[in-house]
């Protein structure tokens, strides 16, 4: 048995054009199912268990899947963009990201909705990519919304580059209403699950900046509830990573992202104070230290010191401090030069070196 089912343009999702198809004309267009060829069934335990399935490829290591729709979100100002030039660069020149991640080669577009940002958009890119002329990446500087277009530009422009990673900046500027009747929070679902359909049918991942709406630090328990729009928002996403600022002042940044099938990822990049490159800082065990490392550092740099000292650089118990020493030498962050005496990590030095050098001054 064959039944014809019938789509209008602008109605709601279980009656409109899918993504790819032409979104104009109103006209009605039908769409044979069959039936018989897609009859649901139930799969049984012993099927389950005897299926393979390949793990998730990754993008770029630990951050972003290969495909599918990743939603990105800080606090404004909080280095967004820059992020993801420095994640666009990356995919391009097939280089590790933050100079640590390792990363699939490819092609990247950067669609810019927020074309009153384009100045800045160019200097930081001459700054990220080093004023190297790269074939494989491309930016759109215009403001255009995904259901008045946007999704049959982001495809078209897809398939001609078959490029690996897609930048959306920001959800704010492509996003409206398709009917006054429509749902906002079914809408806020469709869009994310939109994009992350057409990520997996040109094998990319589309990453697409939003903000969060609130003043909550991003490293809390659980950082991704501050981000602005309904639940349904962060639930069709495919992935999901948060930009944690310690301060307006500090050039470092907590990253934590999940994404499906894949293990909570978190870690610190910061930008270099000498050239403004970002780079990576620490893993998860750093994070849950930094503001404690970094007070101790300015006080103790280039010297040994016990758990005294380090307390009272930060203000605590000799007691503590031997405790908090402890702690760090598991993290790496401290190593034992006998005598109770300590020394900063190699690792953290050249991070710290990087992270408080003075600004170079360019006349």
Not at 317 to 322: I, L, V
């Amino acid at each position: 048995m064959v039944r014809a089912r019938a789509f209008r343009s602008g109605a709601l999702r279980d009656s409109r054009p899918r993504v790819g198809r032409s979104h104009g004309g109103g006209a009605l267009m039908a769409v044979a199912v069959n039936e018989t060829a897609r009859a649901p069934r139930w799969i049984t335990g012993v099927e389950l268990a005897t299926m393979h399935i390949e793990p998730r490829e990754q993008l770029i290591q630990g951050l972003l899947p290969a495909e599918g729709c990743v939603l990105l979100a800080a606090d404004p100002k909080a280095g967004k963009s820059t992020l993801c030039l420095e994640l666009c660069r990356a995919v391009c020149t097939g280089t590790p990201a933050l100079e640590t991640l390792t990363a699939q080669q490819g092609g990247a577009l950067f669609w810019m909705a927020d074309d009153t940002a384009r100045d800045r958009f160019v200097l930081n890119y001459q700054k990220t990519f080093q004023n190297e002329p790269l074939l494989n990446f491309e930016v759109f500087l215009d403001r255009q919304t995904l259901y008045g277009g946007g999704f049959d530009l982001l495809r078209t422009a897809l398939e001609r580059t078959c490029a690996r990673l897609a930048i959306i900046d920001c959800l704010t500027a492509v996003r409206n209403s398709r009917d006054e009747a429509d749902d906002f929070v079914q809408q806020e679902y469709d869009e994310l699950r939109d994009l992350s359909t057409i990520g997996r049918e040109f094998h990319c991942c589309i990453v697409v900046i939003h903000h969060l709406s609130s003043s909550r630090r991003a490293s809390g328990p659980n950082p991704f509830i501050g981000m602005a729009g309904s639940f349904a928002l962060t639930g069709g996403a495919d992935g999901l990573v948060t930009l944690g600022l310690f301060s307006m002042t500090r050039r470092e940044r907590i990253v934590t992202a999940v994404h499906r099938d894949g293990l909570p990822t978190r870690f610190l990049y910061a930008m270099d104070a000498t050239n403004g490159r970002l780079f990576w800082v620490g893993p998860d065990e750093w994070v849950s230290h930094w503001d404690d490392i970094v007070q101790a550092y300015r006080t103790l740099q280039g010297s040994t010191f016990d758990g005294k000292e380090l307390g009272e650089a930060l203000g605590i118990s000799d007691r503590a401090g031997r405790a908090k020493l402890a702690r760090w030498r598991t993290a790496g962050l401290v190593e034992d030069v006998g005598g109770k005496k300590h020394v900063w990590a190699h690792a953290l030095v050249d991070v710290m070196r990087r992270l408080l050098a003075k600004p170079e001054v360019r006349v």
